[in-house]
């Protein structure tokens, strides 16, 4: 289990058994049923990561950052989803704005073995109707 910034961590499935008084959020395909965790199924059956899912995690882990409570982020192993998710994540913070790859550096510098998957992320448009400013 690694500290990435401030409340937020990240570590695979056996840090989150170890710790049981930690608030979880779990992105495995099907939830972990330990205490105090959020699931969220990041990838959807193309195994990729759609915007309104990281969307949801990105929700849950701006929620603990600053609180003072610890939110581990986990998967597995702790290399994909979960980076993954935090990168994401990053990528709303001061200094990141945007870049997915300079977020996964900064994690890669605390936790070495995780496995670059920015290439999951399935960037969404959003087509907004807008009203006209003067009717007719």
Same mark, same amino acid.
């Given at each position: 289990?690694?500290?990435?910034? &401030?409340?937020?961590?990240? #570590? ?14 779990? !992105? ?37 950052? &600053?609180? #003072?409570?610890? !939110?581990?982020?986990?998967? #597995?192993? #702790? ?38 998957? &920015? !290439? ?17």
């Amino acid at each position: 289990m690694n500290q990435i910034l &401030g409340e937020i961590y990240i #570590g695979d499935l056996r840090d989150a058994k170890e710790h049981p008084d930690m608030f979880k959020l779990c !992105l495995l395909e099907s939830p972990s049923k330990l205490p105090k965790s959020f699931w969220i199924k990041l990838l959807d059956s193309d195994e990729k990561a759609r915007t309104g899912t990281l969307d949801q995690a990105r929700m849950i882990i701006d929620a603990f950052y &600053g609180s #003072g409570e610890k !939110l581990l982020v986990h998967c #597995g192993a #702790g290399i994909e989803r979960s980076p993954l998710a935090v990168a994401y994540w990053l990528c709303f913070q001061d200094g990141f704005k945007g870049h997915i790859e300079e977020a996964y550096q900064f994690i890669q510098k605390v936790r070495p073995e995780v496995q670059y998957r &920015g !290439l999951w992320w399935v960037r969404e448009t959003k087509v907004i109707d807008a009203e006209p400013s003067e009717k007719p």
